[in-house]
Each structure stands twice: as C-alpha cells, then as structure tokens.
C-alpha cells in the first residue's frame, strides 16, 4: 500500500492510497471459496458448487465487498501512519481513470482536527452572578404560582396581556386560505409570547363583538416554510375576553398544592426551600455560560465544516422532534443548514476546547463523580434503584454524565484561575419573571 497527502487547506487533506491488485484478487478468490461451501444453487449439493459457478452469480457482489473493506482497512493504516485523525467521514472517489490491472486506486477527501491552543485565563475577569432570595423572593414565586392557577372570566374590558381572547379566525395569503390559518371559538393567551408578534399585537385591545382584518407578517425562520418570510391577511371576529381572576393564598391555596392540613406557613417553607435550589441551579447554569464565552474568546482555530454539518443536522432533528411534541405538524423536508449554522459552530468549537483543556490539566471524571451525578439523579424518584440501572446499563447514557461532569470540572478550573467579580442580579431576571 503506498499514500501520498496532500494538504488542500489549513484543516482540509487528500490522500490517494494504491493498493496491489494481486492482494484485492486474493482476498476475492479467497471469500468465493467459504462462499461456494454454504451458498445454494439449483442442481448442486451444499457444499459441492464449483467456485467458477459461485463467481458467475455473486463475483461482482464479492468483488464490490472487497474493494469497500480495502478501502476501510488501507485507509486506516494510512492515517495511522502518517498520525492523522480525521473529523467527520471522510469522502471517498474512486476514479476509473486511475486504475489499472496492478493497483486499485482510491482518493479519501476529509478535514483533520485543528490545533488548539487556549490563552492563559489567569489574567482574565469573570463575573460571579448572585442572587438575594429573601420574603419579597418568596412573595414574588408565589405570585407566580397564583397566575399559574388563576380562573379566567368573561369581561366586558377590553383585551391585554394576561388576558384570553375566544376568536374566530380566517388567515390567506395572496386571497388563498391555507393549512392551520382558520379556526372557530379557539382561545387564545396574551402576553405569553407564543403568538405571532404582529397577530397577537393586533387582538391586544379588541374587546367582545369587534371584528378586524389586518395584515401579519410571518418572520423568516418560522417553521411552517409555507410560511416563513409571507404576509398573511387575517379575518378576527371576537367572541369575548375573559380576565385572570387569581385565587387566594390560603388553606384552600395550601391544599391544592399538595399539603392537605392547609398550613400556609409550611407552604411558604417548602417554597422557600425550593426556590433556593432552584436559584443555585439557575446561577450555576449562567456561571457555565460566562465561563464558556471567555473560553470562546481565549482560543482561535478553525473548526472542521464537518463537524459543523454533523452537528447541525442533531439541532435540526432535535428541533424537529421537540415541535413535534408540541402537537405541531412537521414536513419531512430538511430544515435550512443556515439556521443551525451559528449554534452548530459554537457548541462543536466548545466541545474541542473542553476536550482539550481536559486532557491537557487531567480533569476527565472520576468514578465517585459520575456516582455522586447518578445519586442526585435518583434521589428524586420513587424507585432510585431503577434510575441507577437506568444509567449504569446504557453506555450512552453514562457518557452524557461523564460529559456533564466534565464541563464542570473545566468550569472549576477556570473560575480557579481567572480573576472573579461577584455581581448581583436581579430574582426576577435570573428567574425569567416580570417584576
């Protein structure tokens, strides 16, 4: 076997790879002979078919199967020999041109791993996030939790945020009616953001008895690509408005949320409790961040496309599945590479530096963390034991701890390096709630 690499781009390489053709026939002449002992023709016992009759019906299949494994094995010896690791698949082209009765000939096309380097985070400044949670954090979470449970009831006001609006509904584009753009006594939510932004600012103040056409201009990246960068026209006729009416923080209150002797008290314990678990969560999850950005900005290196594409193409699917499962309907076209392309590129170029910083400082997991992970993980259920098999069982499904565990140890590293500023945050941002 003789390669030769050539170097296309900084992350790009081709090798063409020859291999004898004495040792492709070999191997050819060797498999029709296991083959001719268990295959069955018409005419012949088991065991008893002439190879050059095995070779007239199955020479190409055989042949074909070969050459694929040559392919494979030549490859890999070739990128060992020459210390090569290749990011993504490589593309294979075999170029009837270039072969002849003494070698077979194939041409790998692939990208190779970048070198990474990240700069000292010693000199760096990272902010530390905190969050006060005290009675007005308590008061705020339980207001939250009224709305959650609030009743609504026909109002003669007109309709704001908050509010449900009870509609029907006829949307064309150009003069057209299309899919999923009409509906009759459907209720709507205001203020939730799950609307389309011109439509739902158009039913913000109508009130019972209004009807109204507008117009509503559907953003680029919606999903429906019928859709998606269109203006639609709108035909509303409402039916009414029903107000938020919230329930009182009482015995009544207490026991809908699963404490039966009506202790308000104890309530707010619980709530207090679990808000702090919560927050620390929350700040943890926006700590990771902080650190993932300066790690972004300490390293520069180009990231394999393939990478990209591979993990682009996981984003889509996930999207996909996840709209799914909100009832919506998906067509089984691909969704744009584009769309994925920003995120794709930043959560493959994270994964390389975290990888790298790793190994290079000796942080990958050790078996009591991946243990201590599984324990947390159990403790909230019913039957622990069966979490635990859970994970233990499915390679997988450890190898996504062992990655959690990972990126938390790279955190500590780096917050253990860099210079850290505590900074105050708001209960309410941190916790995605309006004041």
Known sequence: MDATLETVSNLERKMSISVPMAEINSEVVSRLGKLSKTVKVAGFRPGKVPVKIVEQQHGGQVRSEVMSDAIGKNLGEALEQKDLRIAGLPKIDVKAKEQSDDHFVFIASFEVYPQIEVKDVAGCSIDKPTVKVGDAQIESTLATMQKQRATFEVTEKIAEAGDQIKIDFKGSVDGELFEGGSGDGVVMSLGEGKLVADFENSLTGMKATDQKTFDVNFPDDYPSKDLAGKKAQFDVKVHEVLAPVLPQIDAEFAKQLGFEDGDVDRLRVE?????????????????????????????????????????????????????????????????????????????????????????????????????????????????????????????????????????????????????????????????????
């Open 271 to 435: 709530v207090k409790k679990n808000v702090e678990v919560e927050v620390a969560k929350r700040l943890e999850s926006r700590q990771k961040d902080l650190v993932m950005k300066t790690l972004l900005d300490q390293a520069e290196f180009d990231v394999p496309q393939a990478l990209i594409e591979e993990e682009g193409q996981r984003l889509a699917e996930q999207m996909k599945e996840n709209m799914k499962s909100r009832g919506m309907k998906i067509d089984d076209a691909p969704l744009p590479k584009e769309v994925f392309a920003e995120e794709a590129t930043r959560r493959v170029k994270l994964g390389l530096i975290i990888a790298h910083i790793a190994e290079k400082h000796e942080l990958q997991p050790k078996p009591d963390q991946l243990k201590e992970v599984v324990e947390e993980m159990a403790t909230g259920y019913e039957k622990p034991q069966e979490v635990r098999d859970w994970y233990y069982k499915n390679p997988q499904r450890l190898r996504e701890i062992e990655s959690y565990v990972v990126e938390k140890n790279v955190v500590a590293w780096v917050l253990g390096a860099a210079q850290i500023n505590d900074t105050e945050i708001a209960f309410e941002e941190l916790m995605g709630v309006e004041k």
